[in-house]
């Protein structure tokens, strides 16, 4: 099962579509315009926020937590380094293997595949394609890959 991930172009805030292998919208995700840190809200269709991804901003190198219902299920922390990042995933139990600023990489639980991520060239906008072993880890690992692109929008800016 697969889900595209489209950056909305013309929006104040980071804003994008997510839509199923059909291209029938899924999810969509965005930002809050006036918050400290980045805060994004992950919502299905019918407006039902599904996760919030937010920026602890009192710490020396950037730091995300996931939350579904309020509870907060994992984080990425990103780890000092001189040349390319790396970032610490604690989440679900998975770990990511791949090159983060490529849009190359697969997210792992033990040894078993959970998504496989890849970047679409040629877009008007990022596009991110997800291909997930189990369709019951969709809400997850979506969680997870946008936390990785604010993480990433962090570290180029």
């Known amino acids: 099962m697969k889900l595209l991930i489209k950056q909305r172009v013309f929006s104040w805030t980071d804003s994008y579509d997510v839509y199923d292998e059909n291209e029938n919208a899924k999810y969509f995700v965005k930002a809050e315009f006036l918050s400290l840190g980045h805060r994004l809200h992950v919502y299905d269709m019918a407006g039902n926020e599904l996760g919030l991804i937010k920026e602890k901003v009192m710490s020396l190198l950037p730091v995300f937590e996931i939350e579904v219902n309020g509870q907060t299920l994992g984080r990425i922390e990103k780890r000092f380094t001189l040349f390319r990042p790396k970032y610490d995933v604690e989440f679900n139990g998975w770990h990511v293997e791949g090159d983060f600023m490529e849009w190359n990489y697969d997210i792992y639980e033990a040894c ?38 604010a993480a990433n929008c962090i570290q180029n800016n």
């Open 112 to 149: 078993s595949p959970v998504v496989h991520i890849t970047k679409e060239l040629f877009h008007w906008g990022d596009t991110y394609v997800l291909d997930f072993a189990n369709p019951a880890d969709e809400l997850m690992g979506l969680l997870l890959v946008i936390t990785i692109d």
